[in-house]
Every structure is written in C-alpha cells, then in structure tokens.
C-alpha cells in the first residue's frame, strides 16, 4: 500500500507536466484505461486466443520493441501452443509493437498500482513476465511471483550510475531484485551490479547483447532501397546520417553540413530526430540555417526531382531509423553531445558504415570501446571533431570503407544473444511445465 501511496503523490506532483504535454504533444492520452485500470479480462482473452498458455513480454518504447521480433518469431516455432502478448508504455513503442506483431497481441503496460497489476495478472494467467533490458516496478514483481508467475529479464542492462542509485535505497529495493527468477545479463559487469543490487548469482547468466543479432547486416533489403530511391540518391553523392537526435545535435550537424558543402558539394545530410515532439522545431531549425527541410512524412519522394545540397531530409516518422542508416555510408549517433548516453550504434555498424557518436555514450559503454578498440568506429568530442570525421571520410573513401569494415566484424563476432537466451527461456517453460504436472 505505501507503494501505490508514494505513486500517488509522485503522479500528483508531475501532473502538470503530464497536462500541458497531453495538450500540447497529444501525449499519454492513450491506453488510460489499460494503464490506471489494468487489462480487461475481454483483451487477455483476445491475446490468449486458443493457445495453452501465455508469455507477457514487456518492452518499454521503441528501442526495446526493435530488440523483440526475432526472438518472438523463434520463441512460436518451438513453442507453438503459447500465446505471446506483448505490453509497452510509449505511444511509439505502442505503434511499432502493433505494425511488428498485430493489435490484437499488444496492450499497455499498467501502472504499478496494485488494483492495475492483479487486474492484468489475473485476467492474463502469464505462465512467465519477461522484461525487456530492466524495469524495475516492485508491485508488479511482488504480485506476480506470490502467484507462481516468475519474472525473468531477457538482455538486462544495468548502468552503474542506476545501480548505485538502487543500492543507496537497498532496505527498500533489494527485496524486489531478489525476486527475480533469472537475469540474462549483457555482459559480466553488468551481472555483478545485478548481483549486488540483490540477484543471486546462481539466477543468472551472461547472454550478450540481442541488439548484436538484431544489428543488420546488408544494405540491399527492399525497404533500404525503397528509402534510397525515395531519396533521390545520384550515384557520385556521398550521404551522412545523424541519427536518434537530442536538443542540439541537429544545429551541430547543420553547421558542419553548411562548412562541408561548400568544398565537397557531393554530402547529403539526413537528420532523424528521437522525439515525435521536436520534429517541427527542428523543421525550423533547417530552415533558419538556410536550408529547405523535406519532411519525410509529408513530402513526395525526391528521386524525380534530385537531392540538391540545399535540402536537408528530416525523418519525422517513427520506426525508420533501422533502414535509414543503411541509406547513408557516413553514420554519427545522436544522445551521445549530450546528457543522454548515446543510443545504439550497432545498426550502422551491421550495415558497414563509417561510425562516430560524441563523448558521452554512457549507455552503451561497451559496446562503444569494443567498436573504437576494434577500429570499427570514431569518438570525437565537439563539433570540430565531427567536422574533421566527416570531412576525412569524404576524402579517403578506403579508409571510411575499412573503417565499415571493422564495425562489420565486431558485430558479426558478437551474434548469439538472441539463441542463448532463447533456450534458456523455452527451459523456464519447460521446468514450469514439469513442477505443474
């Protein structure tokens, strides 16, 4: 009870930043019955369908959504008989949930009041709750495993500033970390924070990272060359990609592309913002930079017309990212100029891109020093760096190429996560299986 208390007063407090996001984005106004009520017991029979039993899988947003469709699609073929639902919280985690597995097997996640997570609990009948990298919500954790439901988290991260934070509130936190049934951890650091944040060690193990598998990793798929002729692409331009971007990278990006232009007029530049809400402030970001933006969502394709240097593509859809970066040779990562962390680099690398992200990719720290160690990518602190990265894998193709090459081989060395945690999930269901019987 004192959790539903404190959530209370926490939603209290932050509700007039809910408020004016709803009104001014549209934000948080879905799926409010899913998320205060829990899942109807019309919905849980919906997902399950006819199937013996169910699986809930839980993916936060985007990102985590993306981790899922090859796992999922493995996970039916050896176990046919099992309904798989899948919940997420953002409105765009919600809407590429439902284009990868269907309307009908995704809901959204309920708040962590108890009334919203026994609703779910019981009208789902979960034979398992797999939680996608780490959510950590100790009502849903306790509810389910006093019903028999063990909850596992399939390619658990953990960051060391977040592991610290747990452990400053361990009276109240380790309790909820103990009641994990199994970890399947990244890498080893990670499973020692697990471990001291409160999972015993015997309940883990060290799985990699799925977003290795899920990286691409050839440029001639269908929806890469449908973007690339959308864009209008002639053969002697050279595209940059800045990718999953935060407040600021855009103008970092606009001012290197207007220095570049004017010596190497063969750059194109493509800008794909992170948020759905930033996407007409940085529409007039290109335009008082002296550019003309051409909104994917709304504007006809180019390859009538061509790609002059004075149009800037803006990728204000969702979803996109993926295949936009085997579009461009030339990759930078955003998030990582910032506060952020960085966002994922392993889809340019899987493609064979000329990879640069900024110095802070906290987030992803590992896997950024294995592509920097491995010469499969470029760090560079501020825009000067940039420009210079830049401007060098237009004069040096071969090494741009070589340095493609190397991200290549790192993401092809790392391939597995996806199996092993497979089979250790298909094993849980069985061993839940067995003790039943």
């Known amino acids: ?53 169910c699986l809930w899988i839980h993916a936060v947003s985007v990102g985590e959504v993306n981790l899922l469709p090859s796992l999922v699609a493995k996970l039916k073929e050896r176990r046919p008989d099992l309904a798989v639902a899948i919940s997420t919280s953002t409105d765009t985690g919600y809407d590429l949930a439902v284009k990868s597995f269907g309307k009908d097997n995704v809901f959204f996640f309920p708040l962590d009041f108890t009334w919203a997570v026994s609703r779910t609990l019981a009208n789902l009948k979960p034979e398992q709750l797999i ?73 883990m193990s060290v799985t990699g990272s799925i977003k290795f598998d899920n990286a691409p990793h050839r440029r001639d798929t269908e929806t890469v060359m449908r973007l690339s002729q959308w864009s209008g692409i002639d053969p002697w331009q050279r595209v940059w990609i800045m990718g999953s971007t935060q407040e600021g990278e855009e103008a970092i990006a606009l001012s290197v592309y207007q220095r570049l232009t004017e010596q190497q007029p063969e750059l194109r530049l493509v800008i794909v913002p992170r948020h759905v809400e930033r996407f007409d402030a940085v529409a007039d970001l290109i335009k008082a930079k002296g550019f003309i933006p051409h909104r994917r969502s709304s504007d006809p394709s180019l390859h009538r017309q061509g790609w002059e240097a004075e149009r800037v593509i803006l990728v204000d859809t969702i979803g996109e990212l993926r295949d936009w970066w085997g579009v461009g040779p030339i990759a930078t990562v955003g998030g990582s100029f910032g506060s952020r962390g960085g966002q994922n680099m392993l889809e340019p690398a899987g493609y064979g891109s000329a990879v640069s992200f900024g110095p802070n990719t906290k987030n992803f720290r590992v896997i950024a020093d294995g592509l920097i160690a491995a010469g499969g990518a470029v760090r560079v602190a501020d825009e000067e760096e ?13 090494a741009a190429d070589s340095l493609g090459r190397s991200a290549q081989t790192v993401v092809e060395s790392h391939r597995g996560a996806t199996k092993r945690t497979l089979d250790a999930l298909v094993g849980k269901v069985a061993t839940i299986k067995n003790r039943a019987a």
Request: proline content about 4%.
């Open 386 to 398: 940039l420009h210079h990265f830049v401007r060098r894998c237009l004069n040096n193709i071969p």
């Open 131 to 203: 939680l996608t990298e780490l959510e950590l919500w100790p009502n849903l954790v306790r509810l389910a495993t006093d019903q028999g439901c063990p909850v596992r988290i399939i390619n658990g991260r953990l960051s060391e500033k977040s592991a610290a934070s747990y452990q400053r509130f361990a009276k109240f936190i380790r309790p909820t970390f103990a009641r994990f049934d199994w970890v399947g951890c990244q890498d080893e650091e990670i499973k020692q924070r697990f471990e001291e944040c409160g999972v015993p060690a015997n309940r």
């Open 1 to 53: 009870m004192f959790a539903n208390f404190l959530y209370a007063c926490l939603l209290t407090l932050v509700s007039p930043i809910i408020a004016y996001r709803m009104i001014r984005f549209g934000r948080y106004k879905r799926g409010v019955g899913e998320k205060f009520l829990g899942l109807s017991c019309d919905r849980a029979n919906q997902i399950r369908g006819d199937k013996k039993g």
